[in-house]
């Protein structure tokens, strides 16, 4: 079994910044990648970033030069920094970790961006 636990979420401000972190622990042999997915009320969970382990990384287009996602290999750790946020980012942020023979599942963090 996979243990994922997400933490640094809020309340922030339009324009400011929050740094989400997420751990993946337990039976993990090797991870292809792990990534932050959010959901908004009444939405689809839909990507936000994702980083492989040889370091390549998938965004999508609505966060492309505001978030960044990086990644310590070592303690199977992700990080997604938001800089500039909108009130549109305002969603349920939840990291996947995908080991090839299964993908995992934090249990979300809140993300508020007020006006």
């Known amino acids: 079994q996979v243990q994922v636990v997400e933490s640094g979420g809020g309340l922030v401000q339009a324009g400011g910044s929050l740094r989400l972190s997420c751990a993946a622990s337990g039976n993990i042999f090797s991870i292809n990648s792990m990534g932050w997915y959010r959901q908004a009320p009444g939405k689809q969970r839909i990507l936000v970033a994702r980083?492989?382990?040889?370091?390549?990384?998938n965004y999508a287009d609505s966060v492309k030069g505001r978030f960044t996602i990086s990644r310590d290999n070592a303690k199977n750790t992700v990080f997604l920094q938001m800089d500039s946020l909108k009130p549109e980012d305002t969603a349920v942020y939840y990291c996947n970790v995908d080991i090839f023979t299964a993908n995992y599942w934090g249990q979300g963090t809140q993300v508020t961006v007020s006006s």
């Open positions: 980083i492989f382990s040889g370091g390549a990384t």
